[in-house]
């Protein structure tokens, strides 16, 4: 009678826990004897103790993100990189201004060189930063890739094709850090990337400062006929506008492409004002001066794969290479744009944007009045099924895989 009781009651347990995916019970079904589980998902649903639609959402999140790095192979970059490059390298600044928000760069007042600089260049008012983890942030700017590739390019220490295609093209790789205190969310990256030769990381306070030797190195590069990419990182103080103005003076614009922007984006985890998830992008790129494409969304982990199309030319499609797109040409075709927080991750359409949480509740929001709309109740799987197929297209099922 003991073991009967015991055994009716861990399968009623089992049962309430698959209907409602507790998985530190559900993941002993292996123990369980004789028979396999009981489950009650159906009669739970018909009598109103749980909701389908819940059911479903707990079911998608369980097969796009918890369990997709397990039953699938990770490839990065899907196919060998070819290029058919053009003549003349132009050289790459990369100044991402950590704390620069979009209301900076319109006060002329205030930032004047900042500001005048995006006024005559092409801004990008509605560009979206990958993750609010700055190391997931900056692994998405160099990659390509959205925050959800992280861990499997860190574990299998691949490098990033815009690393290698620099090294390919003889270019000189620099590293300006002005904030110690944010080192070890570089590193993983430069660990990973065996091209990066030179990485300064000093504090502003220290003589010289990281301002000092970005202008030395600059002033003695003037001349080099080497190409070079310089990735800069400056905290938001009240002298950053003087420093911009002074690192602009010694650049040959017709020679350089400059990109300010800033990765390091702290928004809250269940923040429902996507402005909140924006981030300032401004690109000066010799020869294209086209605003037509500014208004749309777009997202960081576009810059890389905008480097390499345009710049080196890359022959390959760019889904074999990146999450991201051709910021200059095929981003209205590029929905959703995602982003990651802690627990969340947000799906941004052109009309609407969709926050999915750690425990697959589900929140539809108009990307206008930010009001919920009426998918929150009744979600397009449809719709959702396509984008994370998009989400996770760098894994590839294992054939002899199911989901369970």
Known sequence: MFLLSCFLISNIIFAWADATLEKSVTMQRNSFPLAAPLTAKDLLIKSGFLKENQYKLSKLYEKHVEKVSKISNFKYPKNNITYSPKGNNLNILLLDIRGLNNKDLADIHQYPYLSLFSKENMFFKNTYVASNNLQKSIFSLFYGLTPNYYSEIDNSK?????????????????????????????????????????????????????????????????????????????????????????????????????????????????????????????????????????????????????????????????????????????????????????????????????????????????????????????????????SFDKYNSFFKKINNQNDK
């Open 158 to 386: 691949i490098q990033s094709v815009l690393f290698d295609t620099l090294k390919k093209f003889n270019y000189k790789i620099n590293f300006f850090l002005s904030s110690p205190s944010k080192a070890d969310d570089y590193y993983r990256i430069i660990l990973n990337n065996k091209n990066i030769k030179s990485f300064h990381v000093k504090t502003d306070s220290e003589n010289p400062s990281t301002y000092t030797d970005v202008i030395k190195w600059l002033d003695s590069n003037d001349s080099s006929s080497s190409p070079w990419f310089t990735y800069i990182s400056f905290e938001f103080k009240s002298d950053i506008d003087s420093k911009f103005q002074q690192i602009l003076n010694r650049l040959d614009l017709q020679k350089t492409i400059v990109i300010v922007t800033n990765s390091d984006v702290p928004f809250v985890n269940d923040s429902t004002n996507i402005d909140n998830l924006k981030t300032p992008l401004t690109i000066h790129w010799p020869g294209i001066h086209d605003t037509k494409f500014t208004f749309r969304d777009s997202n960081l982990y576009s810059i890389t794969p905008t480097i390499l199309s345009k710049l080196f030319e890359i022959t390959n499609p760019l889904s074999s290479f990146s999450s991201g797109c051709d910021l200059f040409d095929s981003c209205t075709n590029n929905y959703p744009i995602f982003t990651a927080s802690t627990s969340n991750i947000y799906l941004i359409f052109k009309d609407k944007f969709i926050m999915l949480d750690e425990k697959a509740n589900y929140y539809a929001f108009d990307k206008n009045s930010y009001l919920n709309v009426q998918e929150t109740e009744n979600p397009d799987f449809d719709l959702l099924d396509v």
